[in-house]
């Protein structure tokens, strides 16, 4: 079973930066699309970075020009890296594959952005 484990998450002020990571278990993540996805209380999750296998990536529009997502095959990790942070992206953020594996959620790790 693949498992997800999500960490770098944090306290930041608005405009910081952080870099989260995603170590990968239990499958090579070069056969895979990956993803990081955010979820607030009350709202469902929702993707805001997709890297395919080959290294294309898309970004969800609210946070275009501020995220990057990589991927390094040989550590089987994903990574996010987020500038000029916003308090409206407070939330955990998520790794999985694409399509996703339901059963293999990790514990996310927390961002808050506040002053």
């Known amino acids: 079973q693949v498992q997800f484990v999500e960490s770098g998450g944090g306290l930041v002020q608005p405009g910081g930066s952080l870099r989260l990571s995603c170590a990968v278990s239990?499958?090579?993540?070069?056969?895979?699309?990956m993803a990081w996805f955010r979820q607030t209380p009350g709202k469902q999750r929702e993707m805001v970075a997709h890297i395919f296998a080959g290294g294309s990536t898309n970004y969800a529009d609210s946070v275009k020009g501020r995220f990057t997502i990589s991927r390094d095959n040989a550590k089987n990790a994903v990574y996010l890296q987020m500038n000029s942070l916003k308090p409206e992206y407070t939330a955990v953020y998520y790794c999985?594959?694409?399509?996703?594996?339901?059963?293999?959620w990790g514990q996310g790790t927390q961002v808050t952005v506040s002053s």
């Open positions: 999985n594959t694409v399509p996703v594996k339901s059963a293999s």
């Open positions: 239990g499958s090579r993540i070069m056969l895979y699309a």
